[in-house]
């Protein structure tokens, strides 16, 4: 059974997939990651523990170290992390004033995903997955899913 006919043509160019197993693709992608990640911590208020506690647990001569010379090369997972997390501040930013979009991790939310805790806490209890839960709750507010 041929399935061709079965699905109509894509008038959308496929998008490039990153393989972040690829040391060339993170050295290319690690500084401006961490430089990034740096601003948006700052834009959030994040303090510098809970900074720690969304890039993975990295320790705190660690995190000032990397903030004096972003020049490193990450893994995966923190790479990944920070993916998710400038994808929320985008979304945040498309969906709320500048404002409210930069406080938003830090304050209560009643939505039942957060049970109570703010966007921030339920991120830094949930790691790599929640970062990915709350990256999709704010594109299927935006209507990107």
């Known amino acids: 059974m041929n399935l061709a ?3 109509p043509v894509s008038h959308f160019e496929p998008a490039l997939v990153v393989d972040l197993n690829s ?3 993170r050295e290319r992608l690690s500084a401006s990651a961490l430089k990034g990640f740096f601003k948006l911590a700052q834009a959030w208020s994040l303090r510098d523990e809970d900074a720690c506690g969304l890039l993975g647990g990295v320790s705190t001569s660690a995190f000032y170290e ?5 020049d490193r090369l ?3 997972d923190r790479i990944t992390r920070i993916s998710y997390l400038t994808g929320i501040y985008k979304a945040l930013h498309i969906l709320y ?3 409210l979009a930069d406080r938003w991790v830090n304050l209560p939310n009643r939505n039942v995903i ?7 806490a339920y991120m830094l ?6 970062m990915q839960t709350v990256r999709k709750l ?3 507010r935006r209507g990107g899913i």
Do not use: C, I
Not at 114 to 120: E, I, Q, R, V
Not at 125 to 130: E, H, S, Y
């Open 5 to 7: 006919y079965a699905y």
């Open 114 to 120: 957060f049970a109570g805790k703010t966007p921030l």
């Open 97 to 99: 004033g500048d404002d």
């Open 23 to 25: 040391r060339g693709a």
């Open 138 to 140: 704010l594109d299927a």
């Open 125 to 130: 209890d949930g790691g790599l997955l929640a």
């Open 66 to 70: 990397w903030k004096k010379k972003p």
């Open 74 to 76: 990450l893994e995966v």
